[in-house]
């Protein structure tokens, strides 16, 4: 394995941005399903099929999961984050490289947490709609959105990690 060398930097604002935009996504989801949490039913929906109709239902128990799966990302991608010289790269890394490197990839991993985060966000707010009128629909264009935003940035930063060699 190549030695890479560990540089310490600071974050960046669009780093701390990006970590206050998962944060209030996470706290948001928390607010709500416990403000909605005596409206809903003991059954709501669970599992959206490709069309975006419920085929699949669960307890409101259930609706703990997201937020407990969005701070579980958060904090790994955030742990994760400060130990870029550990990730894989498409080139190697080089004492003359890897300030950028790393810099590219501390924020990809933050970028990528906020994608997440606003995604199970907007799944949660689309159950819990779904649960309050009984039978509802996840939004197909919003849900595909959020996913081409998923895919686009990890694209970008492949691409721009490719570029920095």
Do not use: C
């Not at 600071?10 to 607010?31: F, Q, Y």
Request: aromatic share 12%; glycine share 8%.
């Amino acid at each position: 394995m190549e030695q890479r060398p560990i540089i310490p930097f600071s974050r960046s604002k669009a780093e701390t941005i990006l970590d206050v935009i998962s944060l209030l996504v996470i706290v948001s989801m928390i607010a709500y399903v416990a403000y909605e949490w005596r409206n809903l039913p003991d059954r709501i929906p669970m599992h959206f099929n490709g069309k975006g109709e419920i085929d699949g239902w669960g307890n409101k128990m259930s609706l703990i999961a997201l937020p407990l799966i969005g701070i579980i990302v958060y904090v790994g991608l955030t742990l994760l984050s400060k130990v870029p010289h550990v990730y894989n790269y498409p080139t190697p890394i080089t004492a003359q490289n890897a300030r950028g490197q790393y810099q590219n990839a501390r924020l990809f991993m933050n970028s990528l947490k906020a994608v997440i985060v606003i995604l199970f966000g907007f799944i949660e707010w689309s159950v819990i709609q779904s649960a309050r009128v009984g039978n509802g629909e996840l939004n197909g264009w919003v849900l595909g959105f959020i996913l081409l935003m998923l895919f686009g940035t990890i694209i970008f930063f492949i691409i721009r990690s490719i570029q920095l060699k």
